[in-house]
C-alpha cells in the first residue's frame, strides 16, 4: 500500500460521508462525484490494459449515471409543483441511482468492470461503493419502482452467474443478486439494510481475501491447484455460508429479511426470493465440486504454501461462519 493509494482510500469513504451527511440533494452529487474521482485512480494500472480499460467503463457509466441525477434534481426544483410528474422524477432520480450501484437493468457494466479488477478492488466496488447511492436511494424511494427492480435482481444475478467461468463474474452476478435482497431490506428499514449490508460484507470479505491469497481468478484454476484439506473445507464452509445455507451465518439476515417480507404479505416476491437463492447455491456449490471431489494433477511445482498466520486467520474466519448462526439463534430464544 503506497501512500498515493492510502490518499485516495481515505476520500474514497471521506466522500461517502460527505453524501450521505448532505442536507441538499447538490451536496449529494458533489459527494458522488469525489466518489468517482477517487476510485479511478485506485482500480487503475499503467501496466495492465484490463484495468484502464475497467477504469475507463466505469468512469463512463458513472458520469452518465451522474449528468442523469443532476438532471433530475433540477426538474424537481422547477417541476415542485407539478405532482403528476413526481412520479416521473422518482423514478429517474431512482434509475440514476440504481445504476451507479449496478443494479439491473443497468447491471451490463458491472461484470465486465469486474472482470479488469484486483480482488481487493472488487471487494470496494461489491460493498463499499453501494453504500452511498442505496442511502440516497432511501430517502426518495418509488416503492412500486423498487419492488420491480429487486425482484428483477434477484432473477438476473441467479440466472446471469450460470454459464460463467469466471470467478469475479461469478462474484459480480451474486452481488447483484445480493442487491436485491438489500433493496428489499430497505424498503423495510435502514437498520435492517445495514444489518444485511455488514453481514454481506464480512462474507464477501472472507471469499474475496481468499481468492486473493491463492491468487485465482477462474474455476479451471481450483482443478490444478493443490490445495491443502484445511483451505478446501473453509472454501465450504464460506461459499455456503454466502449463499444463505441454514446452518451458517449468511442464512441469518436472509432468515430475518424473509420473515419481514411475510409479515408485509410479499409471498410472491418471498418465493421468487428463495428459490434464486437455490440457483445461487447451485453455482457456488459447482465451484466446490471444483475443488472437492475431482482427482487432482499432482504437480511438483504447484504447491500453494500459505503463512501460518494468513491459515490461522481463515480458520478463525471459518469457524465464525459456522457459529454465528448458533449464536444467533440464541439471541431469538
Sequence with gaps: MNSNKMFFLFILFFSTLISISSNSWFGCWIGLEINLLSFIPLISHSTNLFSTEASLKYFLTQSIASINFIFSILMKMTLMKNFEMNNFISIMINSSLLMKMGSVPFH?????????????NNFLLMTWQK?????????????????????????????????????????????????GWMLASILISENLWMFYLIMYSFLISIMCFFFQLLNMFFINQLFISNINYSIKMFLLINFLSLGGLPPFIGFFPKWILINFLLSMDFFIITFIFIMTSLIILFFYIRIIYSSFLFNYINLKW???FLKNKNLIFINFLSFLSITGMILSTLIFL
Design 302 to 304: 504447484m504447491k500453494i
Design 108 to 120: 451490463f457494466w458491472f461484470p465486465n468492470i469486474s472482470e479488469g479488477l484486483s480482488w481487493f
Design 131 to 179: 453504500i452511498t447511492p442505496m442511502i440516497l436511494l432511501s430517502y426518495y424511494l418509488n416503492k412500486n419502482f423498487i419492488i420491480i427492480i429487486m425482484t428483477l435482481n434477484t432473477i438476473i444475478g441467479a440466472i446471469g452467474g450460470l454459464n460463467q467461468s469466471s470467478l469475479r463474474k461469478l462474484m459480480t452476478f451474486s452481488s447483484i443478486n445480493n442487491l
